[in-house]
């Protein structure tokens, strides 16, 4: 059972930042991760920012699984919102992104520059759930190292611009706001990957969700890394669990095994992975069809 980590009062008061921030921006930058592309959105983001012309950001590209984070791009270009894939640590991510928000603006910079205004710098601000990369890529942008606040209450000051060129601003507040922690998967996705604090769902539950995605998904990955043989491929998780938990001399300790399963996922012992899948996405709506 997913605990959930934010009160209403947290939750609107984040909101209520983000709305007051946007009105200073031209464009927002939504921050996913790209083994979660729709786990780790905001739920409520598009209320949130209404109109607002975004920009979404697909980081972690380097964890994330090519082919699927490709399907995640034409899902989002299919609603009309570009996206693009990113490694926050790296330097050529400021040339893309400055590349990116001047698409998403075209329009708007192009009646702006017939009516004779020229050279204005883009202003946009970062928004997304805890641990997408929101410091790493505000770090990136500014070209050096700042301080990141955040939604911190109790905190009012003006309006800052981090520089990133001359074409782009960004606000040195990021946006904070919450995953979609009531659905169960979702959690479970969360926690596998590390976005959310470890105590949180148990670790049984999570290796089980992972040893069963992992064997339909990247059953090579899994056999390989665990050198199991086809027929243990076969068992269930939970029968996977008894097996490598005695096979690396953990005796009957299974936290071992949680603990080491868990870790070699989020360090990409089994590769680069994506847990969110455009095709469930399709199975969903077939099952809503057919309710
Ligand atoms: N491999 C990889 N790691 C990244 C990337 N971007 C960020 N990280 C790592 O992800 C972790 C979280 O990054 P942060 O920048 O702290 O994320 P945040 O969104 O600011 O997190 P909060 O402060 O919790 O809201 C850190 O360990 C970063 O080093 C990336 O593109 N690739």
């Known amino acids: 059972m997913v605990v959930i980590q934010w009160f209403p009062g947290h939750m609107s008061k984040a909101r209520r930042q983000v709305q007051e921030n946007l009105k200073h921006v031209d464009l927002v930058m939504e921050l996913v991760d790209a083994r979660l592309p729709l786990s780790s959105r905001n739920p409520m ?6 109109t607002k012309p975004r920009l979404v950001i697909i ?19 299919a609603q009309g919102i570009l996206a ?6 790296e ?15 075209a329009d708007k910079l192009k009646r702006a520059s017939e009516r004779g205004i020229q ?7 970062i928004i997304g759930i805890p641990n997408v990369g929101k410091s790493t890529l505000m770090n990136r942008l500014a ?30 507040t990021p946006g ?19 976005a959310i604090k470890d105590d949180l769902i148990p670790k049984d539950e999570i290796t089980i969700f992972g040893l069963d995605f992992f064997k339909s998904n990247y059953p090579t990955e899994l056999q390989n890394r665990f050198k199991l043989t086809d027929e243990q491929m076969n068992l269930s998780a939970v029968d996977l669990i008894v097996l490598l938990t005695q096979k690396y001399g953990f005796r009957d300790d299974y936290d071992r095994f949680y ?14 992975y994506t847990l969110d899948r455009v095709s469930d996405l399709n199975k969903e709506d077939a099952q809503d069809d057919n309710d």
Do not use: C
């Open 45 to 50: 983001l598009d209320k949130i920012i209404g």
């Open 59 to 77: 980081n972690k590209k380097d964890l994330g699984d090519d082919l699927e984070i490709q399907k995640w791009v034409h899902y989002f270009e």
């Open 84 to 89: 693009v894939k990113i490694n926050a640590k």
């Open 91 to 105: 330097q050529q991510t400021v040339k893309k992104l400055t590349k990116a928000a001047k698409e998403v603006l």
């Open 119 to 125: 050279n204005k710098a883009i202003r946009t601000m």
């Open 143 to 172: 070209g050096k190292k700042i301080a990141i606040t955040g939604n911190k209450p109790g905190v009012t000051k003006g309006q800052q611009w981090l520089k990133t060129n001359e074409e782009l601003e960004i606000l040195d």
């Open 176 to 194: 904070i706001l919450w995953p979609k922690f009531e659905d169960q998967t979702v959690g479970l996705k969360l926690a596998l990957t590390g």
């Open 259 to 272: 603990d080491m399963f868990i870790k070699d996922v989020r360090d990409s012992k089994l590769g680069t």
